[in-house]
């Protein structure tokens, strides 16, 4: 017997009735998603004009390198839109579980943005090196420094704080990644501060130690984002399913559980073993109850299928494929 678990609306209402006019959480978090890319875009776009002109008159060529990182980041907000906008679509018989997934894949594209900007940053450093060029106006460079590093800042603060609310590992991701470029942005004040002492090769040394940092964002960013793509979720959401359900006396074993993340949002399927003289509305019941658990206990569960087996014949193994 199975049991089939809808989207979020009924974590407020535990009624057994279903409701309606309520608004989606699935909804309200892609709008907060758009809103947050929205304003972090201008920001970035603001902060990287501001160092594209510094650079033009300047030549420092670790600012031109924080400067290619942040348009890339503002160009991040590309893909992450597209995702939002298409999980809003409804699913249909072709994609069953809705167009989340698309979430993921903008992850990768980001992902690959990022590798681009730091190949970028490491050949025009290396470049540098070999054709050195006289670096002026370092007070002007000094100030742009300043500003990329508040800009990022802020973004990162935002996007972290709305992907966490709506659970979005691709826009935490690029919270974070602002965040390390906001530090980026004070090694070309270092590296500025290096060739005002006399030391010409510091501003080159500066754009590869950029290169390396951002590297390491790539290597970060794709491990998450991978790990998505392949199904994977952190084991302590696996852990709170188990503990949602011992709040259901009546539940004697969860033999099997599994989730995985769509986009933004969980999808979970779990085995319950209830008492096998129960009868099927009954089941039924305690199926609900369960649910209701879920949802209230996992604020990103967008959906859980439930198995309802009895006591004397509980787990997957009952049930061959063949």
Known sequence: MREHAPHGPEKNHHSHDHTHGSIDPSLIATEQGFWAIQRSCAVLVLTAILQ???????????????????????????????????????????????????????????VFMILASAVVAGYESIDRFFHPQKMTHLGAVIFASIIGFLGNEAVAIFRIKVGKEIG?????????????????SLAVLAGTLGVWMGYPLADPMTGLLITVVILKIVWDSAKLVFTRLLDGVEPEIIDEIRHAVTHVPQVHEVTEVRARWIGHRIHAE?????????????????????????????????????HVDPLNASGETYHPHS
Do not use: C, W
């Open 52 to 110: 594209m002109i510094v650079v033009y008159f300047s030549g420092s060529i670790a600012l031109l390198a924080d400067t290619i990182h942040n348009i890339g980041d503002a160009a991040t907000a590309i893909p992450l839109g597209i995702a939002f906008s298409l999980s809003k679509k409804k699913p249909t018989k072709r994609f069953t579980y809705g167009y989340g997934r698309v979430e993921d894949l903008a992850g990768v594209i980001i």
């Open 168 to 184: 979005s590992a691709a826009l935490v991701a690029d919270g974070y990644h602002a965040r390390i470029d906001g530090f980026t």
């Open 270 to 306: 779990l085995n319950i073993a209830i008492a096998s003289d129960l009868s099927v509305e009954q089941a039924h019941q305690i199926a609900q109850e369960v649910r209701r658990e879920l949802l209230d206990h996992l604020r990103y569960l967008s959906n859980a299928i439930i």
